[in-house]
């Protein structure tokens, strides 16, 4: 009987020993233990982890558009931001981030999010005086005029039929405008893409700034080059496929 007390006082004050251990085989080390996911509130690690690989480091740009474009961020509010991150944007490469969207990201995260791109990239006064094209426009835009339009501001740098010039590339490619919507392109229109160096609309034309409804036709015209069935490498014919020629 005192040899299995005995027993029994060797083996708990061994458990407590390891408890106390740091050191115990399969503990992790301070700094060690892993973050959950939907905790992580770091705007730097959420933007490197979700955002940098289309938009760049440090919002410089890359695939997509640059977030630390303030003409950008002044033309597109919280709201634009808020529901891109969330809910992506269908019909482009630009996928949805909230859980409730299908995503990884909480509610609180696209928050971080939002407001570490306004904080770190936007400049209030960025338009000094000048009134830029809303954002998204109500008023269709006219294609015919819309290649007037494009004559003008774009195709210095992109070519007379868009299909690139000695100091742009192609705009027309069906490839890019199969990945861009209307929107999208309306925005690059605007906002520029200066990482590119692509100007906004207030420099295309020395002196000559873009109104809205020149935006809004020079997109029209551009959404018309878009083919109808984007990769498609080859023509098709009214009989169906299989069927002997």
């Known amino acids: 009987m005192r040899f299995r007390l005995l027993i029994l006082r060797v083996v708990c004050v061994t458990a407590l020993g390891l408890c106390g251990c740091t050191n115990a085989p399969g503990r992790p080390g301070p700094g060690k233990v ?42 597109a509010d919280d709201a634009v931001l808020h529901r891109a ?18 995503g990884m990201l909480t509610t609180k995260q696209v928050d971080v999010i939002v407001n570490g791109i306004r904080e770190r990239w936007s400049k209030p ?40 010039g000695q100091k742009a590339s192609s705009i027309v490619d069906g490839s890019f405008l199969a990945l ?23 420099s295309d034309v020395p002196g000559k700034p873009m109104s809205s409804q020149d935006v809004s036709d020079v997109v029209a015209w551009l959404a018309s080059q878009r083919p109808k069935f984007p990769g498609q490498p080859f023509q098709t014919t009214a009989k169906a496929m299989g069927e002997i020629q």
């Open 34 to 75: 892993p973050i959950v996911p939907g905790e992580i509130s770091d705007f730097g690690v959420l933007y490197a982890q979700n955002c940098s690989g289309c938009h760049g480091s440090e919002g410089k740009g890359g695939a997509a558009i640059a977030l630390a474009n303030p003409v950008y961020l002044a033309v």
């Open 85 to 102: 991150t969330a809910s992506g944007i269908p019909g482009t490469s630009m996928p949805a981030f909230a859980q409730s969207a299908g």
């Open 180 to 202: 861009v919507s209307d929107q999208e392109l309306r925005t690059i229109v605007i906002a520029g893409r200066p990482e590119l160096g692509a100007p906004d609309w207030r």
């Open 125 to 164: 006064d960025i338009f000094s005086g000048a009134d830029p094209p809303p954002y998204s426009s109500s008023v269709p835009g006219d294609s015919a005029r819309g290649s007037e339009v494009y004559a003008t501001y774009c195709s210095s740098c992109h070519g007379a039929a868009g299909r690139g």
